[in-house]
């Protein structure tokens, strides 16, 4: 190897390093600054999957997209289940964190004539009075509401209730006891 | 759509007239309660036994205040039918009402079974609001036997309630720790320099005491067989509060600070005027709700609890307010029950405070909300449109809660502006002081904040979920900085309204 040779192969390594420091740079705070998110994998699925947009907490106090694929539904209530079931599963993102903790599942969800979406969630175990802060209970009673309403727009409004009950907060806030509007003031800016 | 709402507001008041004229004042409309049986029981009081009028609700019984008053003792202010009802026994003022699950006993509030139901013969309060009022009070031992109609009421026997003292002095504060094995019945009560914790019926154990250190503000205590008195220095004065677990007697003594505007408290619950007289304190959560947890385990209930002592003690330090705290313990109230009080009150201004959490853990700063169900004029076409929605699926839920919600709106429109001035010198207040990320002042449709019939805000003081705030939220140097920027927010907003900018320099914290 003459010392052209040697030279280049020096310029090379150098080039990957710096490459490889710069990627580390622009991921290690994940979505802290809203624009820099990295759309996750879009899991492969069979058959005519639609794209749903899942709205997660992330830092700074405020909601994430991350777009992912569902399966294709015959009805709105079939979309607006597999919608939630996806959601309360939590983000793919390493950066985003669920909204609701593993002991709320989807009790039951429906929708009326007029576009109200009807959600009752099923909380078990310890965690029933839920340690929340009230920008917890926001993000993740508006992760859902926004998830839904931002990708169905054939629902109008949701109604939240807690073990087949409307309570007066779902974690000790937010009023629940009227329908939930989506609510976009939380949303961090999108990846242009 | 908003003016269409106010006017079908309005018909909705004149209908209802009579019915709801204590919500347009404040009052929470009760809810309708279902009665399974009503009729008349026997209150028997030893040798004597008397007709009591009772129901029989979904919760339990509820009996006839007044024949229960006659035979007890006390003086019974009867309010119109919605209104806050008073009851004074000894020189202790009870206040509760109807629709309200809790008692107010001077500057504490006592949570109830469930809420005092207006009849024909009068308001039918539970069994608990007797104990509370007769049994700790005076000693009266309260017993229904649902198959013979009895009420029965007896002297409690006496106990021996051993109790253990300490005493620390530290940074000018000097703190007095009664520590008993079990709650005893007592009443304290003060003149001029004497503090007296009066036992009802029992009577203390004295070999539990021990010798205690000379003190600048605590001169002497004093134990005899029903009564521990602290004399204290000529210039100190003794707040007190209560721990659980096991059960403690806690008094705070420090000096009286001399100050432009001293307090001459007027005792009798103000009229709503353009002053500020009255404030209501509710620290967030508490019992079984211990909000939100820090990441060493410190529990939101707890530091807002510590924080709303402090804030009502330099409140009251700083200007003739009467400031009550809606829990004065590690006790679970329901939100609405909170606003409830403020109202029954007639505070003239609800702070409650919070600690915030979210998942990540570098989320850091105070915000400061303010309530509306109408933000903005886009969010009052949405939330139209959302009743209209609800009302087309037939949902329509409970009328009168959706009633109370119009009525809400409409009485909280007029403290909108108050509410947002309050909001942004707390907001600024603590930004300047702690040099907090200024997370900024917000609207939310926060429960505790729903009904309250006078300028409320919702004070998120840091992030409990950040390592770093958490730390400096147990440091007590820090937690006076943050309550100092609390007073002087309530100063300046004082201030304001009084027309008197002067009022605040002199005496700012």
Known sequence: MNQRTAGVFLAVILLIALGIIILWWTQRDGPAAPGQIAAPEV????????????????????????????????????????LLEAFLLGPEAQNLYPAFPPEVSLGHAMVTDEGVAHIDLTITGQNANLPWGSKQEMLAVYGLVDTVLLNLPEIQGVILLRNGEQRSTFGGHLDTTRLLLANQDLLAERTP | MRDLRHIASLLCLGLLGIQLGGVARGAEAPQPVTLFESGLATLDIGRRQVPVGYSLSAIGPVFTLHSVVVQLGGELKLGPLYQAHELIVGETKYVFGPGSAAVTVENEILPLSQPPIPAEDGLKV????????????????????????????????????????????????????????????????????????ELIGDRLSPEMVKSLPTDPLVRDIKLGQQELRLVLAQEAEAEDYVLQDPFRLVFDVYRKRPTAATPTVDPSPPTRSSEVRTIVIDPGHGGSDTGAIGPSGVQEKDLTLTLARALRARLAEKMPVRVILTRNEDAELPLETRTALANQQKADLFISLHLNSVQSPSANGAETYFSSLEATDESAAQAAEAENLVAASGDDGDALYDLQLILWDLAQSQFLAQSQQLAKLVQSELNEALGLNNRGVKQAPFRVLIGASMPAVLVECGFVSNPDEEKALLDPAYRSQLINALVRAVMRYRAAVMGSEALVDEALP
């Open chain 1, 43 to 82: 899991p492969r699925l069979e058959g005519d999957d639609a794209l749903a947009d899942f709205y997660f907490p992330g830092n700074g106090g405020r909601l994430f997209v991350e777009q992912r694929a569902l399966p294709a539904s015959e009805t709105l209530e079939e979309r607006l289940s597999s």
């Open chain 2, 126 to 197: 539970p069994l608990d609001l007797f104990e509370i009022i007769y049994g700790e009070k005076m000693g009266y031992d309260f017993q229904w036997d649902p198959s013979t109609r009895t009420l029965t009421v007896q002297r409690q026997p006496q106990r021996l309630v051993p109790v253990s003292i300490d005493l620390v002095h530290l940074q000018g504060v000097t703190t007095v720790v009664l520590q008993f094995p079990f709650r005893p019945r007592y009443r304290i009560n003060r003149a001029a320099n004497i503090v007296e914790v």
